[in-house]
């Protein structure tokens, strides 16, 4: 299958997509929340990111049914001293997890990056410890893990959880 990267838009469909996708289980669990976000509150921050320079959003969607969003790409910039660096984070549809999807995901944005298309010197991603799909995903499109890590409080796990820093080079020989 092949799937459509596409930029969210300011209509009510890709506002209900990105919603619905936030409000998976699975997403909220490994986002470290208890429950799916308040829609208010969620449209309100939906326009706030149309307009940030520092973050793109895409809906991932089927290119034999294009009102079949599958997944999301989020891709926000970190400026350091020194580079700048691409933080993504994706999340897919819970019954299509497991096929393929988010490690397609990670393709796209590895091929726009090392082609240039990205504003940044890397891309990187935190991913909990025990996250072993999402880590799945980057290692398998060449991300490594840097060996730097950052403890966060996951109301999701009621615990303090490990978040290790995998990262992707232009320039490496992956
Ligand atoms: C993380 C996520 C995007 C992965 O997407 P996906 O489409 O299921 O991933 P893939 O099908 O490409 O699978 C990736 C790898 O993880 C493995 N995997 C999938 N689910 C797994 C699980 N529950 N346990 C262990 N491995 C798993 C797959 O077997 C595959 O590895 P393989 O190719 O060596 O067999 C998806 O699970 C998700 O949306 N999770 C909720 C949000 C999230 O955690 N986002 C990441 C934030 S950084």
Do not use: C
């Amino acid at each position: 299958m092949l799937f459509l990267f596409e930029r969210i838009k300011n209509n009510e469909e890709d506002l209900a997509s990105l919603f619905k996708l936030k409000s998976e289980p699975n997403d909220i669990y490994w986002s470290g929340y208890t429950s799916h976000p308040n829609i208010l509150d969620f449209e309100n921050w939906y326009q706030e990111q149309l307009v940030r320079s520092d973050r793109k959003i895409w809906l991932v969607k089927s290119s034999e049914n294009p009102f079949e969003v599958m997944g999301y790409l989020y891709l926000t910039f970190v400026k350091e001293p020194d580079k700048i660096i691409g933080l993504v984070s994706h999340g897919v549809e819970k019954k299509l997890a497991g096929r393929g999807l988010g490690t397609a995901i990670v393709n796209f944005v590895v091929n726009i990056f090392i082609n240039g298309f990205i504003p940044a010197n890397e891309i990187h991603s935190w991913v909990t410890q025990e996250n072993i799909a999402s880590a799945r995903t980057f290692t398998k499109n060449g991300f490594i893990k840097s060996g730097l890590s950052k403890e966060e409080f996951y109301k999701s796990m009621n615990k303090s959880v490990k978040l290790e820093n995998y990262f992707f080079e232009r320039n490496s020989q992956h």
